[in-house]
C-alpha cells in the first residue's frame, strides 16, 4: 500500500512559479511510477507529468518547458517544479503512483490547488 500526500499548493499570479511535492509512504515507493494530474472545474482529469522508477519523464504539451517533474527516492518525495504559470493551469493537483503505467494508477493523493490570477 502507498499514501500519497501532496502539498505546496496555493495562489499565485501569471508568470510566477510553484513547487508541489508529494509524500508517499510504503517500503517500495522507488519502485512505482509516479506523476501529476490535475482537473479543472469542467475539464476531464488530465495527466500532466510523469516520471518513470527509472527517472524517464514525460510532459503534457501544454506543460513542457515550464514544469519539471522529479522524484528523490531517499525522501519518498515526487516534486513538480512550476514556473511561468499561467491561468489555464488553474486546477486541482493530484499525485498518482502505478505499479505498471502511470495511465492507470493505483494509488492517488488526496490533491492540492492551483490557482493562476490573470
Known amino acids: 500500500q502507498v499514501q500519497l500526500v501532496e502539498a505546496g499548493g496555493g495562489l499565485v499570479q501569471a508568470g510566477g512559479s510553484l513547487r508541489l511535492s508529494c509524500a508517499g509512504s510504503?517500503?517500495?515507493?522507488?519502485?512505482?511510477?509516479m506523476g501529476w494530474f490535475r482537473q479543472a472545474p469542467g475539464k476531464q482529469r488530465e495527466l500532466v507529468a510523469a516520471?518513470?522508477?527509472?527517472?524517464?519523464?514525460n510532459y503534457a504539451d501544454s506543460v513542457k518547458g515550464r514544469f519539471t517533474i522529479s522524484r528523490d527516492n531517499a525522501k519518498n518525495t515526487v516534486y513538480l517544479q512550476m514556473i511561468n504559470l499561467k491561468p489555464e493551469d488553474t486546477a486541482v493537483y493530484f499525485c498518482?503512483?502505478?505499479?505498471?503505467?502511470?495511465?492507470?494508477?493505483?494509488?492517488w493523493g488526496q490533491g492540492t490547488q492551483v490557482t493562476v490570477s490573470s
Open positions: 516520471i518513470t522508477s527509472g527517472g524517464s519523464t
Open positions: 498518482a503512483a502505478a505499479l505498471v503505467r502511470i495511465s492507470s494508477p493505483n494509488y
Open positions: 510504503g517500503r517500495t515507493f522507488r519502485s512505482y511510477a
